[in-house]
């Protein structure tokens, strides 16, 4: 995103900012964060309050809802054109 970014014709086109979207920027923050994850789970695997621990979380942190499309705008205009963080 850069100061050109038109945060007006998505959110004209989706209202807010699609929940599948959200879930995508904060997996793109922890990358390879699934993979490690997967790799503790396995060596826990053998413990099953672990593993179903892990198989909760996993549903919640997949369980996102649509980002508010006025919020949205506002953190455009505060964080990427006044620069105020």
Do not use: Y
Request: with cysteine; hydrophobic share 40%.
């Amino acid at each position: 995103m850069g100061p050109d970014f038109d945060e007006e014709a998505l959110l004209a086109e989706h209202g807010n900012v699609p929940a599948e979207w959200v879930q995508n920027a904060l997996r793109s923050l922890r990358p390879f964060g699934k993979v490690a994850g997967a790799a503790n789970l396995l060596n826990q695997a053998d413990q099953e309050a672990i593993v179903r621990s892990n198989l909760r979380m996993g549903k919640w942190e997949t369980d996102n809802i649509p980002f508010p499309g006025g919020v949205f705008r506002q953190m455009v205009n505060d964080f990427l054109r006044d620069n105020c963080l």
